[in-house]
């Protein structure tokens, strides 16, 4: 009876031993891969939560920052979120993807036509040296759209002028699309400007029908004048103006 308490004891204390080394075991075995993982070198990325459709303005909702091994991390992906929101996909980019810069339009870096402001279309119109303020309009400038109509369909065919619209953003003067550092004065026969699609129609009747001038603002002259039209039957009030 005594030999099989014996037996009993000694079976019980094996039995803890053998939990208490296969738990500390375990410890171990987890401890030391966490501490593997916490070696790995990492780096935050924006990576796309929902898949993005082509040519979507990206939002906050739509990427999250990831902590991901460095060895992963391609070199075009985007490193922070206000690089990201405000961007356009230039393609379907799916979900789980880092972002990379090579699929996203973001301001200067962007192709023309993302460049546009939303619910405006780009307009481009002929000018001259006199008409284009001697080469002096640039991109990133704002100017007036004066039209002088000489129709017979138009006030009898009497000449008249009319300012069509006013504080147009210019978004290319010929060629040239981007803001210059410097002012240069360059001899152009076209600028492109941003305007709804109402003004757009009013541009385009008066490409046909009538003759354009352009007059350059100051860019901290964001003031909208109201004005009449101006010609013969109203031009005894030139002092008034």
């Given amino acids: 009876m005594k030999t099989n308490r014996r037996l009993l004891l000694v079976a019980v204390i094996f039995g803890l031993l053998t939990v208490f080394f296969l738990n500390y075991y375990l410890q171990t075995l987890t401890s030391g891969e966490a501490q593997a993982r916490a070696a790995v070198a990492r780096t935050e990325v924006v990576v796309v ?13 739509m990427v999250v920052l990831e902590p991901l091994p460095v060895d992963v991390v391609h070199p075009e992906s985007i490193k922070n979120m206000e690089e990201a929101v405000g961007s356009i996909s ?24 993302y460049r546009i402001p939303e619910r405006q279309r780009a307009v481009s119109l002929p000018v001259n040296e006199v008409t284009g303020v001697s080469g002096f309009i640039a991109p990133g400038d704002k100017v007036d759209v004066l039209v002088t109509y000489a129709d017979p369909e138009i006030n009898d065919g009497a000449t008249i002028t009319y300012t069509v619209i006013q504080n147009a953003l210019v978004m290319a003067a010929g060629a040239a699309t981007r803001v210059s550092k410097q002012e240069e004065q360059q001899a152009v026969n076209a600028v492109t400007l941003a305007v709804t699609p109402g003004q757009a129609e009013v541009l385009a009747y008066a490409l046909q029908k009538g003759s354009f001038y352009f007059a350059l603002r100051s860019p901290v002259d964001e003031e909208t004048v109201k004005l009449d039209y101006y010609g013969a039957n109203n031009l005894a009030t030139f002092k008034e103006r």
């Fill in 90 to 113: 230039c393609s379907e980019i799916i979900a789980g993807e880092q972002l990379l810069a090579a699929r996203i339009s973001t301001g200067g870096q962007a192709g023309f036509a």
């Fill in 49 to 61: 939560k929902n898949t993005i459709p082509a040519h979507t303005r990206i939002t906050a909702e």
